[in-house]
């Protein structure tokens, strides 16, 4: 867990009342629904807790974002409504400006990325808004909406800084404590903009104080986390793509000014939590959510790990449920090792007759979720293995075992080059690799994105190993290696980082040595 408070002294206390009066006569009703807050019986009694969902999945574009935007629409000045909307988004806040301009009988201007799925892209058509689709990003597809928007004379509805949309937002909360009038110990709320924390926090601290209100974010995602911690907003170069709903580089600057001085923490997690909570709900619900909406719940059971507690009662909202259905695969493949309830180990046994064997019987009756040899030499040789875990923290006790039983063992649970890559490539060794170094990609999925990633790449060095794998994601994920001699260094990582694709460098990855070199 991450304190997100500031070092620096917080500005003089906000005065709430403007912010409450504008909750409570938000005009959300026309298009929102007041959603369930619903015991997850099966969670709460894991954590020994009662743990509630907030359930802004069930609303009618699934996912918060109307509340916001309908807000804002409907508290603009007739002569605006009547020369119609526009807004820059890939996702929910698309679907939710379409739904109001729907029930506000006013033209909808939506500007997405060439990226967009068309799923997403469909689900806005389907409310009768115009979808213009420019650019590679969200960043080019916002610029142009800005541009339409003085070229058409529209008016512009912001995501999220915006203290009409923050208000629409803060609704929840209404409806939290109009539901749950008992003790409550804290709320959590996922963070990108920061319009549905500070709308959170501002009624909940107005009302009641004594409730902790806990922001969670992607560790590769944390705009808001690093802004408070600098005192300042702060300008992410990348983000990462997994939780599109939150990838946002910088917050706003309304939304910053109200979590500075509101929240009482920030939490950050990683894809394999995100994917737990995704499969914690659909036990529960038998509903899906989306990277985004589960953040939240992420981060509460993260909090409770590092803030043990029994029988308290926590919330976290569930914002948005716009799944794109192929990428289950790999939330399943995922969440296991989120929940830690699947281990990974590199481990090296000596190349003899029968030490495969004696190794198997070291294993025992854990249950094999994979298992990856291939012989590598004379002396030694390396084991790719995954075993089922009932407990966290089981893995360090196994690879512990391990060491005592004379296997030199690696716990490569927590490693991302392992889960993404090496369980795929175990073997692929070569003679041949002089001078190479290894990278991580990510770039957002498309037809012909991979071929448009290759051609990206310099040709004035050699790729010595290459791996995709297709997930139905958002994203796709490529692992390259790249014989680049000692003086071409430099020039090689001025060339990889004007690719714009976030990376990482693996050339010094012990898996590496291990499996592949």
Request: proline share 5%.
């Amino acid at each position: 867990m991450n304190a997100a408070k500031p070092s620096v002294r917080r500005p003089a206390r906000l005065n709430l009342q403007p912010y409450l009066q504008k909750i409570l006569t938000a005009r959300v009703y026309d298009v929102a629904v007041e959603t369930e807050l619903e015991l997850a019986r099966n969670l709460s009694q894991r954590l020994d807790n009662r743990i509630y969902l907030k359930r802004e999945d069930s609303q009618p574009v699934f996912s918060f974002k109307l509340r916001g935007a309908y807000n804002k629409m409907v508290h603009l000045p007739p002569k605006q409504i009547a020369r119609g909307v526009i807004c820059a988004s890939a996702g929910n806040h698309a679907q939710g400006v379409a739904l109001a301009a729907k029930r506000l009988q006013c033209k909808a201007v939506v500007v997405m990325p060439e990226t967009t799925p068309q799923l997403k892209i469909d689900a806005v058509l389907a409310l009768e808004a115009e979808v213009v689709l420019h650019g590679a990003s969200f960043s080019e597809a916002h610029a142009h909406a800005l541009h339409l928007e003085k070229k058409r004379g529209l008016c512009f509805v912001h995501p999220f800084d915006d203290p009409d949309v923050i208000a629409g937002q803060g609704t929840i909360a209404m409806e939290i404590l109009r539901q749950h009038q008992g003790p409550l110990d804290a709320v959590f709320v996922a963070i990108g903009g920061g319009g549905l924390a500070a709308g959170v926090a501002a009624y909940i601290k107005a009302v009641r104080p004594e409730i902790k209100v806990i922001g969670v974010q992607m560790q590769d995602s944390d705009a808001m986390h690093r802004s408070l911690l600098a005192g300042k907003r702060v300008r992410l170069k990348e983000v990462g793509l997994f939780s599109d709903g939150t990838a946002v580089k910088q917050v706003g600057r309304e939304t910053f000014r109200l979590c500075r001085q509101l929240l009482d923490d920030v939490v950050l997690v990683g894809t394999d939590a995100v994917c737990a909570a995704i499969k914690d709900v659909f036990q529960d619900t038998r509903s899906i959510l989306e990277p985004a909406g589960a953040l939240a719940l992420a981060g509460l059971k993260q909090y409770l790990d590092t803030h043990p507690d029994k029988n308290g009662d926590y919330v976290a909202v569930t914002c948005g449920a716009n799944m794109n259905f192929d990428r289950l695969r790999f939330v399943a493949e995922r969440a296991d090792v989120g929940e830690e309830r699947e281990a990974l180990f590199a481990v090296t046994i000596p190349e003899r007759r029968g030490a495969f064997r004696t190794f198997c019987r070291a294993v025992g009756p854990r249950n094999v979720t994979e298992f990856n040899y291939r012989i590598a030499g004379p002396e030694q040789a390396h084991i790719f293995v995954g075993l089922g875990t009932r407990a966290r923290g089981e893995s360090r006790r196994i690879a512990s075992e391990f060491e005592k039983l004379g296997y030199p063992t690696l716990d490569i649970t927590a490693d991302e080059l392992a889960k993404e890559h090496i369980r795929h490539l175990v073997g692929g060794r070569s003679q041949l690799t002089e001078h190479e170094l290894l990278y991580r990609f990510e770039f957002p999925e498309r037809p012909g994105a991979l071929m448009d990633f290759l051609a990206a790449m310099d040709p004035s060095w050699n790729i010595s190993l290459f791996h995709y794998r297709n997930q139905g994601a958002d994203y796709g994920r490529v692992l390259i290696g790249i014989q680049v001699p000692p003086g071409e260094r430099a020039a090689f990582r001025h060339s990889i980082t004007a690719l714009g694709y976030p990376f990482a460098d693996e050339s010094g990855n012990p898996l590496y040595r291990l499996f592949l070199k």
